[in-house]
T-cell receptor
Framework: AQTVTQSQPEMSVQEAETVTLSCTYDTSESDYYLFWYKQPPSRQMILVIRQEAYKQQNATENRFSVNFQKAAKSFSLKISDSQLGDAAMYFCAYRSARGSGYALNFGKGTSLLVTP | NAGVMQNPRHLVRRRGQEARLRCSPMKGHSHVYWYRQLPEEGLKFMVYLQKENIIDESGMPKERFSAEFPKEGPSILRIQQVVRGDSAAYFC????????????FGAGTRLSVL
């Protein structure tokens, strides 16, 4: 089974600054998908960004970008110009691209605090 | 376009009772996934269903838990004879099809077992 590790239980960033959340994963597959989800206090899981493993180009969505290092099995999330509304739990997730293995495997999450 | 709808948002049950959690996928989505989130943990996959079929139930506990996604109506996650360890947030997600790899989540049902 694939394992997703988020080594930072908590992170803090000042408003307007940049923060990077780390994620590593363990897999023997070559084709897969990676995701970052945000879970604010409302508990709603919101997709932030996704990356297809066969694409070398790092995904970006407005202020959110990833640093995907396939060989190192690393998938970090960079949040630029942090806003108070970015405060939430952030979960990294892995999904196989094969067979019926469509389950998302989540890390334990990183709690992001944004200070004014 | 309404998102994934889960109800109830909060459910309180006493030990030994049954819990029924409902999930209506996004319009046009025929694939449903159930996940469980224990306190201080990430989400754990439970089961993946298509209309009238269970595709992958590798994450479901062997006893007391069952899921269905009938031809008409919402998907149901059923927990019989609940125990305190079943207390958790249960999330449902849906996707348009298996190849569309984005899963959209509901707001979850928080189950508390007294």
């Amino acid at each position: 089974a694939q394992t997703v590790t988020q080594s930072q239980p908590e992170m803090s960033v000042q408003e307007a600054e940049t923060v990077t959340l780390s994620c590593t994963y363990d897999t023997s597959e070559s084709d897969y998908y990676l995701f970052w989800y945000k879970q604010p206090p409302s508990r709603q899981m919101i997709l932030v960004i996704r990356q297809e493993a066969y694409k070398q180009q790092n995904a970006t969505e407005n202020r959110f970008s990833v640093n995907f290092q396939k060989a190192a099995k690393s998938f970090s999330l960079k949040i630029s110009d942090s806003q108070l509304g970015d405060a939430a739990m952030y979960f990294c997730a892995y999904r196989s691209a094969r067979g019926s293995g469509y389950a998302l495997n989540f890390g334990k999450g990183t709690s992001l605090l944004v200070t004014p | 376009n309404a998102g994934v709808m889960q109800n109830p948002r909060h459910l309180v049950r006493r030990r030994g009772q049954e819990a029924r959690l409902r999930c209506s996928p996004m319009k046009g989505h025929s694939h449903v996934y159930w996940y469980r989130q224990l306190p201080e943990e990430g989400l754990k996959f439970m089961v993946y269903l298509q209309k009238e079929n269970i595709i992958d139930e590798s994450g479901m506990p062997k006893e007391r838990f069952s899921a269905e996604f009938p031809k008409e109506g919402p998907s149901i996650l059923r927990i019989q004879q609940v125990v305190r360890g079943d207390s958790a947030a249960y999330f449902c997600a849906s996707s348009e099809n298996a190849a569309k790899n984005i899963q959209y989540f509901g707001a979850g049902t928080r189950l508390s077992v007294l």
